[in-house]
Each structure stands twice: as structure tokens, then as C-alpha cells.
């Protein structure tokens, strides 16, 4: 830990007035040590980051952090503000700032050692004691894990590695009075958590540690599985067994979620494992007296474990609806599709950059290839690009039967998929047989087994008899009406010129603009993403309009933010800086920030100018096989030039008419600095 911080990293004044300031400052102390490369690229990947969901945390804590190919080795870097800095918390701004950087294959060693600061960060002690540290030196040796004070009767606390699963508090812990006055001592109330983030740095652990603090207060007994960089050990199964409710803190899928099947279940976002762990604990006992119980995905057993097969318990009334699960069901399937796109996409448009269109045509390469000519390469890449394709189908069904009923559902949904090409299904038979295929698992798993056969259940004869029934529905029930609907949505997309064009690019550009990154904005990209598993010109023409529409709406702010920056915060105004980088990325969740501090006048704007990109784009005839990458895939895209002026003129119509819409609105009060406590060092409660 000690080569992780050095005293030449801790920044004691730090002087940033936002957050993107606080992170330039510390990264430039990280490229200075030789820890990062590249300045710009680290920081466009801490701004993506920090879009996805602040890093604020309570007590004035911010922990800016992300993994990045700009980092050279596991870094952290710490400055104390005496301003403090808005970093989204809800209680406010932070004086203790720690920018944590990971190479993007770090090891996990080093994230064990950052996932211990991430639960230390939760000691007042700790967060108390570099408030007053009074050298660089010092701050350092605190956060490596050195003692926070020096007890007059114990030996100096140690701070070990963390480990992936955190021990129970035990009864005697919870309730240590009751046993030693001969009271009779009731069974504390027992929890397992489960936590983890997309980035799975920081805030699993975090998460962790307030769950446990909560628990400790409450007197509840937990037991918390972390599943983050540094590991993931499951939760032992004894203690689930023995388990009155589950918590359940994340912001990606929990693995092996059918464990907790008939369990009263929490189910949250990893955030509010931090901020709100003491309400999740009451939430969970009072869900355990009223008797609540969830179904997982299947019942416990479906994997081969002990458990008996049916014993889910009946679902909870307050579960998502079934539009909800539908649209994550279909959502899990794209998400493992997009790679054989991406893959497969820019290969074949690579290819076809070198070789022309025509190299579609070329002989296998297994019979015809010379190292010295350069349509043989193209050809290569063009045979390997559509292999890559004929996966598509089949991943895509497979892994929507995979987010249905988990590892059970992946044979018949791939075999589904399969047979979906054979008779020419195409996308849409991909989707009925992943939903037919977790179907009919479901249905399986519903039905009563012997002990004597739980052991082949996972491995034989689930798979086999759900890839019979699917097979059977696909070829001789479903297949040929979906054949012809795929057919004419084929031709549809084939014949889309003149107004119809324009009409659907207008769609698509609201539908991306709407909520940036929200269900609406998926629903448009999966429908684009999906069109891929089987392309031609129409459904390349939608991909291009979904990519350059989803652009708008961050550059469109950056743009505004630049010519007109007095109608803008400068919190804003340090957020449209690294709009520019997350909207030609196509990240539009770049615009969230200036969505949610002003909805009623930035979402129409960036709806119109999406609209405006997508006509134009659809108008223009662009193409696009890649299905993300910004302007970074532009020299791989049909009309190029014109697809830039499509992209240009919908950022400057967001841009002015935002601008417009905000100057007709009554000139704000001049901005007040944040409010600092009498002392500035003293911690803020949580």
C-alpha cells in the first residue's frame, strides 16, 4: 500500500472550486509520479465515470475513481479542501477528496488493499483524523493503513487487506448485557447482503462497511458478500439458510441471485447501501414480519445444490412488473450480443474500407490467401467479422433465456437461436426463442423432483428437455409466422426512403433524446443493436441515426455552455468541458447533469435537435456496423461527411435553443460560495 500513496500524492490545500478542478489538480500529482500517461485520457474516463452516478458521499467525502488503459499501476491521491467541493452527496460538499485510479486490468491484490480504504472511509475516526493531519507525510501513512491514534493500552490497529465476504457481528456483540445478567436471550435478527458497482472499486465496499455499522447498531447479525474486484466468495449456504431477509445493494446483476429464493428480499442501487444502510435494515425486519418472500429467477437446486426443486416462495406484490422484467430480459440479451457486433461490425466494415464491397465475394481464405496482397487481408478480415455475425442470433437468445432463469436457460436459448437462423427468423426469432426458452426452463423448474435425480437436473435433463420443446416450437409451431414477419420488417427496413426515412429518423432522435440513457433511450438503441444480428441497408441506416441522435444531447450542452456560459452555473459550466468528450463518444448520459438541474428547458431542447440529427442522418443515407464508438468509428461510416453535418446541425440547434430558453427566464441571483463550517475541519455528520 505504501507505493500506492506517497506523501508526493496528498495535496493538504487543495485549491479546485468543482470537481473536475479537484480531480485535473490530484491526476496532475499522479502524472508527475509517472502513475498515469495521459493526463486528458484519464480524466475523460473519470468524467464518464463520474456521469454514471456521483461520487459524493456523506460526511464530506468524495471519491472520484475509475479504471483506465491511461493508468500505469493501482493509485490513489488525496487533497483536503478548505472550500469544499460540490461532488454530489446529499448532504453536501466534501473537504476530503481521494481520486483512486486502476489500470484497466488491475490486479487483485492492489484493489483489496483500495477496497480497505473504501470500509475505512466509514470510520469517523479515520476521516477525523486527516482533517487534522498536519503534513503530507502524515495524511499518507494514515490512508496506507497506518494507526489512526495511539492507544495508551493496546497495540496500534492494523488495517488487513479486506476480504471479500465481511464477518458477522456476532449476538454478543449485538446484545452483550442480556447473557451476563441471566436474561434470557432472544435470536438476534439475522441478514446477508450482497454488494457490488459497476466499477467495483469503491462503493461495494463502502456499502458493505455502512450495512455492517447499521447492523451493529440495530443489533441485527449480518453477514455480507462483496462481489467486486478483490474477489467474490459466495455467502456460506448456512448462512443464507438461516437468514431472516436479504439485502441486496448493487448497480449490475447479482450473481447467483436464485440463492436467496423465498427469502423476504431489499432490493436497491449500491447508493443506497451507503447512504441509507440504517432504513434498508428496518426495511428488511419489517418485510420479515409481514411475511414477504421473493422468488428468485428459479428455485434454489436448479444449479445442482441441495436444495429442493419448488420451494420458491410465492412473488412479492411489490416486485418490478412484468413490462420491467421484459425490458431487462431483452436488455441482458443486447448487452451480450453488442460485443459479436462490435466485433464483427468493424472488422467487416474494415475490410470492406481495404478491399472494397465487392470482397464479400472473395473465396474462402482457407483456399485462396497470399501474405503479400491486400485483398487477401481484406478478405480475411471480412470472413472473420462474419463468423463473428453468425453468433449474434444465438447469444441473443441464449442470454435473455439467461436473464430470465440464469445458467439453466443458456441451451435451450442458444439452440433456439440456432434453429432461428436455420429458418430464417432472423432478430425477431432470436427474441422468441429466448423468452420461449426461459419459459418453458421456468415452467420445468416449477415441477416437483425426487431427490434421487436433483443431481442431473442442471446438467441433463433440464437441457435436454427444454432444447426438445423449444426446438419443436421453433421449427414446426412459431418458426415459419416469424420467418414471414422478419421477412417483411426486412424489406420495410430495405425500402425506407424519401418521407418514411426521415419519419422513423425523427422517431429514433426523440426516443434518444428523451431521457439520455433511460428505458426509452434503450428500447431505441436495443431496436437498432438488434437490427444488426441481421444487416442490410435499412438497419444500418437506423444504427448510424440512433449513434449520431444519442451524440446530441452532451455536445449540444458543451456547445451552450461555451457561447453562452454566464446562463450556466460554473459547476455546469466544468461539467459542459467534459460534455464535449462524453457526447463524441456517444455517451449521452453526459447530459444528465444539466437534465436534472433544468429538465424543463434542456430535455425539449436536446429532443429537437436529436430529431433534427436523426431526419438528417436518415435523409443523407448514412450507414453504420459498429454499434457504439462516436466519432472514433466515423472514417467506418457510409456518408461520412454528411453524417458529421447531420451530428453538427442538431448540436447547434440543442445548443441555441437552449441558450434561447434560458435567457428568457429571470437572471439568477450571482452565485454564493459553499458554506464552510466555523471549522473547516471539523467532520460533517452523516
Known amino acids: 500500500m505504501s507505493a500506492m500513496i506517497t506523501a508526493e500524492l496528498v495535496d493538504l490545500d487543495l485549491a479546485a472550486d468543482s470537481k473536475e478542478a479537484a480531480a485535473r489538480s490530484l491526476a496532475e500529482r499522479m502524472v508527475a509520479a509517472g502513475r498515469v500517461t495521459d493526463l486528458e485520457g484519464f480524466l475523460a474516463d473519470v468524467a464518464a465515470r463520474e456521469a454514471q452516478m456521483p461520487t459524493g458521499l456523506d460526511g464530506g467525502i468524495g471519491i472520484p475513481h475509475c479504471r483506465s488503459a491511461h493508468v500505469a499501476e493501482p493509485t490513489l491521491a488525496f487533497g483536503r479542501s478548505a472550500t469544499r467541493i460540490d461532488f454530489g452527496a446529499p448532504d ?226 411489490s416486485a418490478e412488473g412484468f413490462g420491467t422484467r421484459l425490458r431487462k430480459w431483452l436488455m441482458t440479451g443486447v448487452s451480450y450480443m453488442v460485443p459479436f457486433v462490435a466485433a464483427g461490425g468493424l472488422l467487416i466494415a474494415l475490410a470492406f474500407a481495404i478491399g472494397g464491397y465487392e470482397i464479400n465475394a472473395a473465396p ?92 442431473i437436473m442442471p446438467v441433463v435433463v433440464i437441457p435436454l428437455i427444454s432444447s426438445a420443446v423449444v426446438g419443436f416450437l421453433m421449427f414446426l409451431v412459431v418458426g415459419k409466422p416469424i420467418a414471414w414477419l422478419q421477412k417483411q420488417l426486412t424489406d420495410w427496413l430495405n425500402g425506407l426512403t424519401g418521407s418514411n426515412a426521415i419519419i422513423l429518423g425523427v422517431v429514433l432522435g426523440l426516443m434518444m433524446c428523451f431521457d439520455m440513457g433511460g428505458p426509452l433511450n434503450k428500447v431505441a438503441y436495443a431496436f437498432a443493436v438488434g437490427g444488426l444480428a441481421d444487416p442490410n441497408d435499412g438497419s444500418l441506416k437506423v444504427m448510424a441515426c440512433v449513434m449520431a441522435a444519442g451524440m446530441v444531447p452532451p455536445l449540444g450542452l458543451a456547445l451552450a455552455t461555451t457561447v453562452r456560459g454566464r446562463l450556466f452555473t460554473r459547476t455546469e459550466r466544468e461539467n459542459g468541458k467534459a460534455a464535449w468528450v462524453l457526447g463524441a463518444s456517444f455517451i449521452t448520459e453526459g447530459a444528465i447533469p444539466f437534465a436534472a438541474a433544468d429538465p424543463l428547458r434542456v430535455i425539449p431542447s436536446a429532443m429537437v435537435g436529436g430529431a433534427v440529427t436523426g431526419a438528417l442522418s436518415m435523409a443523407f443515407g448514412c450507414t453504420l456496423r459498429a454499434p457504439h464508438g462516436g466519432i472514433f468509428v466515423v472514417p467506418l461510416i457510409g456518408n461520412p461527411w454528411l453524417y458529421l453535418v447531420a451530428v453538427a446541425a442538431g448540436t447547434v440547434v440543442t445548443a441555441a435553443l437552449v441558450v434561447l430558453l434560458k435567457g428568457l427566464r429571470r437572471p439568477a441571483a450571482p452565485e454564493a460560495a459553499p458554506p464552510v463550517p466555523d471549522d473547516a475541519r471539523t467532520p460533517v455528520a452523516a
Open 364 to 455: 474462402s481464405v482457407t483456399d485462396h490467401f497470399l501474405w503479400n496482397e491486400g485483398a487477401s487481408w481484406a478478405a480475411l478480415l471480412f470472413q472473420i467479422g462474419d463468423t463473428a455475425f453468425t453468433f449474434l442470433v444465438p447469444i441473443l437468445a441464449g442470454y435473455i433465456a439467461f436473464g430470465m432463469v440464469d445458467r439453466p436457460g443458456l441451451v435451450p436459448g442458444i439452440v433456439g437461436g440456432a434453429i432461428a437462423l436455420t429458418i430464417n427468423a432472423g432478430f425477431l426469432g432470436g427474441l422468441v426463442a429466448g423468452l420461449l426458452a426461459g419459459t418453458v426452463v421456468m415452467a420445468i423448474q416449477r415441477i416437483a423432483i425426487p431427490p434421487v435425480l436433483r443431481g
Open 92 to 317: 453536501g460538499p466534501a473537504d476530503l477528496v481521494f481520486l483512486i485510479a486502476a489500470p484497466a486490468g488491475a490486479d487483485t491484490d492492489h484493489l483489496t488493499i483500495l477496497s480497505a480504504l473504501a470500509r475505512r472511509l466509514m470510520d469517523p475516526e479515520f476521516t477525523a483524523a486527516l482533517r487534522t493531519a498536519e503534513d503530507p507525510a502524515t495524511a499518507a501513512a494514515l490512508i496506507a493503513g497506518g494507526p489512526v491514534a495511539e492507544p495508551a493500552t493496546a497495540e496500534p490497529e492494523v488495517i488487513p487487506p479486506a476480504t471479500p465476504a465481511t464477518q458477522a457481528v456476532t449476538a454478543s456483540e449485538a446484545a452483550p448485557e442480556t447473557a451476563a445478567e441471566g436474561v434470557p436471550q432472544e435470536r438476534p435478527f439475522r441478514v446477508v447482503a450482497v454488494t457490488s458497482c459497476p466499477t467495483d472499486i469503491a462503493h461495494t465496499y463502502m456499502a458493505a462497511e455502512s450495512l455492517e455499522n447499521a447492523a451493529r447498531d440495530a443489533g441485527v447479525q449480518i453477514t455480507v458478500e462483496t462481489q467486486g474486484s478483490a474477489g467474490f466468495k459466495k455467502l456460506p449456504k448456512a448462512a443464507i439458510e438461516a437468514a431472516d431477509a436479504v439485502i441486496l445493494a448493487h448497480d449490475v446483476e447479482v450473481r447467483d441471485k436464485e440463492r436467496f429464493a423465498g427469502k423476504p428480499t431489499v432490493d436497491v442501487g449500491v447508493k443506497a447501501g451507503i447512504s441509507r444502510a440504517p432504513e434498508l435494515i428496518a426495511e428488511a425486519r419489517g418485510r420479515a414480519e409481514r411475511g414477504e418472500v421473493t422468488a428468485a429467477a428459479h428455485p434454489a437446486g436448479a444449479d445442482g445444490s441441495d436444495a429442493p426443486f419448488g420451494t420458491a416462495g410465492e412473488p412479492d406484490e
